[in-house]
């Protein structure tokens, strides 16, 4: 099944501006399992969604789905057989779309990006900074994704973080990395301001859905109380994108439940509002 086809046909590789990318990795997951299992219940969800996203039709830009990338080997291998897809998605202009799977998955696209240009920052919504160092003994865990961003020299900025270890909160002081934690959005909102003001024009959105509050996605591996409202979610993406431009993204860390089919729907709901976003920054 490709993403949306309720409402769109699939697109041609070449007619598509938005091309879905299944990645089901689940390599490092340390908590609930599952997220293997994400991109395909994300794809069956998104049959029920319609084409207008509350603001905009932005399957109108073409849809194309590609087969699933084969996650059958080590970490660097999985890494590389996703880079060399969205390599060639930005190169040819269009905005690649990755399914996780966990979020470690992030580095390819974002390693991808990087090998193209590096005018660019990545925003990061989640529950965690994901900036150990190495975690369970893996430097390629979920858990140190943004650590590896960053190590690249990308700029980066988190939002709806709640979950930190002293390690973190040493690095993001040690490298001035700049967030709105989910608490100061609960207590004070969006500022007008977002993101600072060198922060890159072009940007990369690598949403992990928990950020969400537990309530409203408690389908992933490390649910956390405390997180993003649907409308937080949303207005926060607008406000970090505001007369930018989103090159790709990604939604990881969905591990879906049967019983919970609220959580998968709420997740392609979620992937489209996102790429509505990235349609309307053109």
């Given at each position: ?24 990795m ?15 219940a ?11 996203d ?18 059958s ?12 897809v ?12 990755t ?8 580095i ?36 140190c ?48 301001d ?45 406000a ?7 090159l ?22 979620l ?12």
């Amino acid at each position: 099944m490709h993403f949306l086809s309720s409402e769109f046909p699939q697109s041609s590789p070449e007619d598509a501006l938005f091309h879905i990318i299944p990645m089901p990795m689940e390599q490092t997951v340390s908590y609930g399992g599952g997220t293997a299992l994400g991109p395909e219940a994300i794809l069956d969800a998104s049959y029920q969604l319609e084409a207008y996203d509350g603001t905009s039709y932005p399957g109108e830009h073409g849809i194309h789905t590609m087969e699933a990338i084969d996650c059958s080997g080590d970490d660097e291998s999985c890494f590389l057989n996703l880079e060399a897809v969205c390599h060639s998605a930005y190169e040819a202009g269009k905005i690649p779309v990755t399914l996780g799977g966990e979020h470690s998955l992030s580095i390819a696209p974002v390693r991808a990006l990087h090998a193209t240009r590096q005018d660019f920052g990545v925003v990061q919504i989640d529950a965690h900074a994901d900036l150990r160092d190495t975690y369970e003994g893996s430097p390629n865990s979920h858990a140190c994704v943004m650590r590896r961003i960053h190590e690249l020299g990308i700029p980066i900025f988190q939002i709806g973080v709640r979950n930190l270890c002293k390690e973190e909160i040493d690095y993001r002081a040690a490298n001035n990395i700049a967030y709105l934690d989910a608490r100061e959005l609960s207590l004070h909102g969006i500022p007008s301001d977002l993101l600072p003001a060198d922060f890159p024009k072009n940007v990369y959105l690598t949403f992990d859905v928990d950020g969400l509050d537990a309530s409203l996605m408690p389908a992933t591996g490390t649910p956390e109380p405390g997180g993003l409202t649907w409308w937080q979610a949303l207005d926060t993406c607008e406000a970090a994108t505001k007369g930018r431009h989103v090159l790709g993204l990604d939604v990881v860390e969905l591990a879906p439940r049967p019983e919970l089919h609220s959580c998968s729907y709420t997740t392609a709901k979620l992937t489209y509002a996102l790429m509505g976003i990235a349609a309307r920054c053109l």
